[in-house]
């Protein structure tokens, strides 16, 4: 055997007992890793039943939200039939009410020319009794035919009733804007169950069963605006004013479109700067979009 | 124009919602009033009879607003038809967005009847 045989079998020997001393060293914390993965099998699994049964749920929450904007639909067409028949009585109301005043205008009149008849009755025969108590009388029918105060107080309440139906058919707008805070959360819910799904089949052979067809009719895809918000009638409205007022008073809309770019740049430095995040979005007001329309 | 001859299309995918604005317009007198749902049913209704006056939201499936105002504009037969858009968008790209697509105005729902009479006044006013 040649002297560099020899070494080279020196060499692997060595190998061998530098292998044989790292497994000693790393064989404790196999072990411990044996011991970890038999401890953690059961709770992976419940993990695993855990988010199959919220996924095989989801469906089912997304079905039920979609109900609740049919059934919030119905209902709201229900009041707002309600407020069309209290408008239509409360014409048909004001209507009579012309008629009493028109009635009442017409009595006046009458009542002017026979309290003249009797004046003049009584300038003729001033010692007549019967003349005297005549006229009496009908100064006291004048007086107590009045009807003009109540008529004016009813049609003030028919004004009133007229402009609380208004406003209860203004405020029925939140069944659109409920509607689309519902659908934001519906899609949502899709995505959130999709992720699962992916998960789940990469953890599981077994796959999640598909939506029923009753599902899928439940769930409708609507548009919507994630951001839809109800809050008081011309809050927003006026930043969106003061936007279109800025755009009429320039040459172009573009120059806006420009001028919110450089706000941008600059804004996201100064965020840059301050290494902060914010979710606050740019609300335009009413006086916004009017400026930007004149 | 005479408010009773102006025949008005509102456009929306909310019954509610296309209920409340054709309520809105009769109680300001406008009583010749179409309902489209989306953008698309709007086209259909657009290119078969004459409005005056369109009001359209914008969050629709189909055809959204937005888009709807894109093709008014971009056919000349529909010439300066007003067109006012209600939606819940109330962000400043938003309303910058709807401005470049040549709405006449805009309104941010939830909206009050005053605000719509002041808005369609205006517009018609620019338009003389």
């Known amino acids: 055997m ?17 292998l044989f001393i790292f497994g000693q060293r790393v064989m404790p914390f196999l072990e411990d890793l044996f011991y970890f993965v038999q401890e953690i099998a059961p709770l992976l699994d419940e993990i695993n039943a855990q988010l199959k049964e919220s996924s095989r749920k989801m469906p089912k929450a997304a079905s039920q939200l979609s109900k609740v904007t049919e059934a919030t639909e119905m209902a709201t067409t229900e009041i707002l039939d309600m407020v069309d028949g209290i408008i239509f009585k409360v014409n048909g109301i004001q209507t009579n009410l012309n008629r009493f005043k028109s009635y009442s205008d017409l009595q006046d009149d009458l009542s002017n020319r026979i309290q003249k008849r009797l004046s003049l009755l009584e300038q003729k025969y001033p010692n007549d009794p019967d003349i005297k108590s005549m006229k009496e009388l009908w100064e006291k029918v004048d007086q107590s035919g009045n009807i003009l105060d109540p008529l004016q107080s009813s049609q003030n309440y028919m004004n009133e009733i007229r402009q609380l139906s208004s406003n209860i058919m203004i405020a029925l707008q939140v069944q659109d804007i409920t509607a689309q805070q519902i659908a934001s959360v519906n899609h949502l819910i899709e995505s959130v169950q999709e992720k699962l799904s992916t998960l789940l089949s990469q953890l599981d052979s077994e796959n999640l069963p598909e939506l029923t067809e009753a599902q ?36 172009s809309v573009d120059e806006i479109v420009n001028e919110q770019k450089e706000e941008q740049v600059v804004e996201t430095k100064k965020e840059e700067k301050k290494t902060e995040t914010t979710d606050d979005f740019d609300i335009a007001s009413q006086d916004d979009i009017d400026a930007l329309f004149k | 124009m005479d408010p009773a001859s102006m025949k008005f299309l509102i456009v929306d995918d909310s019954p509610t919602m296309r209920r409340i604005v054709a309520n809105s317009l009769q ?15 709007a086209v259909g209704k657009l290119e078969s009879e004459k409005f005056d006056f369109v009001i359209t939201d914008w969050n629709m499936p189909n055809m ?65």
């Open chain 1, 216 to 251: 899928k009719v439940a769930i409708k895809k609507v548009a919507f605006d994630s951001n839809a918000v109800y809050t008081k009638a011309g809050e927003r409205q006026h930043i969106a004013d003061e936007i279109i007022s800025q755009v009429k008073s320039t040459p």
């Open chain 2, 27 to 41: 109680t300001l007198g406008y009583n010749n009033i179409v309902e489209a749902e989306d953008g698309k049913d």
């Open chain 1, 2 to 18: 040649k002297s560099g045989q020899i070494e080279k079998i020196i060499r692997k020997v060595e190998e061998l007992k530098a």
């Open chain 2, 64 to 128: 959204t607003g937005l888009e709807l105002t894109k093709y008014i504009r971009s056919e000349p037969k529909f010439g300066n038809l007003p067109i006012l858009m209600v939606t819940t968008r109330g962000l400043k790209q938003d309303v910058i967005e709807a401005l470049q697509a040549k709405v006449n105005n805009y309104i941010i729902k939830p909206f009050t009847p005053p605000v719509l009479k002041e808005k369609i006044d205006a517009i018609l006013s620019s338009l003389g």
